[in-house]
Structures are given as structure tokens and as C-alpha cells.
């Protein structure tokens, strides 16, 4: 069973950081790119970023580029976000992600709020 288990989420002053972490098991975990995505309230769920299967091709929306960093440890199959430089607008629920089989899986997200 496909299943995502994502944390590091919490209240945060605008220029904070937080990590998000997102263990992942039921799957090959190294076999597959991950992705973050996020939806804040009254809006769309976003891609933000993704990895691939090493680790070394990654992609980040403009709206988080030079912020955000997504890394990936495949012996504990966990991906993680590091979020710098956080504003107000970051404000939202992240979930993890990895299509399976042309099938999208999700995690339950992690709330992170920036706030002061």
C-alpha cells in the first residue's frame, strides 16, 4: 500500500525557514521522481517542485525558485522541501507526490502558516 507521511509544517515569521519531510513507503521509492505541491485557501494545488530518481534533476516554480530547496534520500526514502526566506503568501497546505502506474498518490500535507 501506497502511503506518504509528510511533517515539518507549522507557524513561521515572514524571512523564517522550515524543512518538510515526507516519508514514503509501499513503493520503490528510488524508482520514481517526487514532486511538493501546495494549495492555500480558495485556490488551485499547485506544483512547486519535483526531483528526480538521483537527485539530481530538479525543478521549481518561479514562485519559489531560489527559496526552496527539494532533496531526496532514497535509503530512507523520504523528500524533503527546505523552505527559506518564507512570506505570507507561502501560507498554505503542502502535500508529497508521485505518479504510479499514471496514478496520482498523495499524502495528508502539512499545514504551514507564515505569519507574524
Known amino acids: 500500500q501506497v502511503q506518504f507521511v509528510e511533517s515539518g509544517g507549522g507557524l513561521v515569521q515572514p524571512g523564517g525557514s522550515l524543512r518538510l519531510s515526507c516519508a514514503a513507503s509501499g513503493f520503490t521509492f528510488s524508482e520514481h521522481a517526487m514532486y511538493w505541491y501546495r494549495q492555500a485557501p480558495g485556490k488551485e494545488r499547485e506544483s512547486i517542485a519535483s526531483i528526480g530518481t538521483s537527485g539530481d534533476n530538479t525543478y521549481y516554480a518561479d514562485s519559489v525558485k531560489g527559496r526552496f530547496t527539494i532533496s531526496r534520500d532514497n535509503a530512507k526514502t523520504t523528500v524533503y522541501l527546505q523552505m527559506n526566506s518564507l512570506k505570507p503568501e507561502d501560507t498554505a497546505v503542502y502535500y508529497c507526490?508521485?505518479?504510479?502506474?499514471?496514478?496520482?498518490?498523495w499524502g495528508q500535507g502539512t499545514q504551514v502558516t507564515v505569519s507574524s
Open positions: 507526490n508521485a505518479r504510479l502506474a499514471f496514478l496520482d498518490y
